[in-house]
């Protein structure tokens, strides 16, 4: 698969969205820099921001196995996992399944289940595979989570604790639409079948092809002088006193490797500075944590991560 064909297969895939999903065209790009990359990405954002329709949609372009599990505060592991039923006419045990075994699975509300659940997810996001009774169960290469979480609400929810959020590649925050979508937006309300999600969206890029286009994103070429632009602004994070905890060295890895998935969307064969920039904050805000002091002084993590985008020199 050559470059030109990624580029084009990503075009196919705004395209097919953007009949579900009025604007958020930022989410959708991270979105496919996180397909591309096999990395996984957390959607938040306040109630009414699409997170969950684009998600939906972004889920039914793709011809995977898709999965969705809405989580609540009563839900147990088995509920995700599956578990071992005993079979009274064969009197032997078989595996029920849970949803889980799919190719791109939607965690919808994903800090509303209790912790205990959450860590379900913990070794299927990292390598891929569940345990089940003492046996392994793989997912397959491909499998990609999608999760959603709203920040407003705090009664009846369960922060991600640091060792998951570690798990997404991004975390993203949405953001209201422009007054032209948000006017479009209204202007379809009255129209049923316009915001249907199963809006004529074609099925574009199959595992096989997914599975082509990782192989090829790998191979984008990452110069001495990037690499080392990458490192420079991972070890800024512990260097930094707003932030207590910095950025470990699998950060700077994942933030690489995302780096080449954006250039390869942008149709290129190589690395540019710009790349890095654009994606350090959804690939770092999850990953530090202000200080005490920071806090007290009205600081948040974007704006020291920016700060530290202006200090770090760029490669010429």
Do not use: W
């Not at 969205?17 to 591309?36: C, H, N, P, R, Y």
């Not at 599956?82 to 045990?93: A, H």
């Not at 953001?175 to 574009?204: C, H, K, M, Q, W």
């Amino acid at each position: 698969m050559q470059i030109s064909d990624i580029k084009s297969l990503a075009d196919q895939l705004r395209a097919e969205i953007s009949k579900a999903v009025v604007g958020q065209a930022d989410t959708v790009e991270l979105m496919l820099v996180a397909l591309f990359s096999g990395g996984h990405i957390l959607l938040e954002g306040p109630p009414g921001t699409a997170k969950t329709l684009l998600a939906r949609a972004f889920c039914q372009s793709l011809d995977l196995r898709f999965g969705r599990i809405q989580f609540t505060p009563d839900m147990l592991p088995g509920d995700i996992l599956g578990s071992n039923l005993f079979n009274f006419q064969t009197s032997s045990f078989s595996l029920s399944k849970g949803p889980i075994f799919c190719d791109l699975l939607l965690a919808d509300e994903i800090n509303r289940t209790p912790p205990k659940t959450q860590a379900a997810l913990l070794e299927a996001m990292q390598e891929r595979f569940v345990t089940l009774d003492g046996t392994r169960h793989d997912l397959g290469a491909r499998f990609t989570v999608i999760a959603t979480q709203n920040p407003i609400e705090q009664q009846g929810t369960y922060p991600l604790p640091e060792a998951q959020l570690d798990r997404f590649l991004f975390k993203h925050i949405l953001s209201y639409p422009s007054i032209e979508e948000e006017r479009r937006i209204v202007s379809l309300s009255g129209n049923a079948a316009a915001t249907d999600t199963t809006l004529n969206i074609t099925r574009v890029i199959d595992a096989a092809t997914l599975a082509q286009a990782i192989d090829t994103v790998a191979q984008v070429k990452l110069n001495d002088a990037n690499l080392d632009y990458i490192v420079n602004l991972i070890r800024a994070t512990r260097e930094v006193a707003q932030l207590s905890v910095g950025a470990s060295p699998r950060s700077g890895a994942l933030l690489a490797r995302a780096a080449r998935a954006r250039a390869t969307l942008d149709g290129r064969d190589y690395v540019l500075p710009d790349d890095i920039k654009a994606l350090y904050a959804p690939c770092m805000r999850h990953r530090v944590l202000l200080s005490a002091s920071a806090e007290i002084e009205g600081a948040n993590v974007d704006s020291v991560l920016q700060n530290l985008l202006e200090r770090v020199e760029i490669p010429r």
